[in-house]
């Protein structure tokens, strides 16, 4: 996966949004839903690397199976995971990390958000 295609798939999800909010770096790009980050990448770095949202579970069975995926780097390490795209996974399996990432990010959203989002979750009652 490249940086053009990472772009893409972020900003194809309902709501997405993407900011460089950080002056002294432009190259580092967040993509958000409802204000909240759910992937962070710096899009010209080689290995391309994106960071995202992960069940705390989920990141550390991630992290043991797989050399490419390591904690958050600068982020809470029990809910980030770092990805390096160095063509070790799957582009299947980056995309879904990202959708996971994303539907995080809504499922804490309040619920008119979510609606407002078309989000599948936003109609059950479980999802806050």
Known sequence: MDADRLRGF???FNGATEENPFPRDTEVTVFKVGGRIFAISALGDEPL????????????RLR???????PGWHLN?????????????????????????????VARLPRAER???DWPGAAGDGAR
């Open 49 to 60: 690397k994106v960071s995202v949202k992960c069940d705390p579970d989920l990141a550390v």
């Open 115 to 117: 609606l407002r989002l």
């Open 77 to 105: 390490k029990r809910h980030w995971n770092t990805v390096t795209l160095d063509g070790s996974l799957p582009d299947a399996m980056v995309c879904e990390l990202v959708e996971d990432s994303y539907d995080l990010v």
């Open 10 to 12: 972020c900003l194809g």
């Open 64 to 70: 043991a199976e797989h050399a490419a995926i390591a």
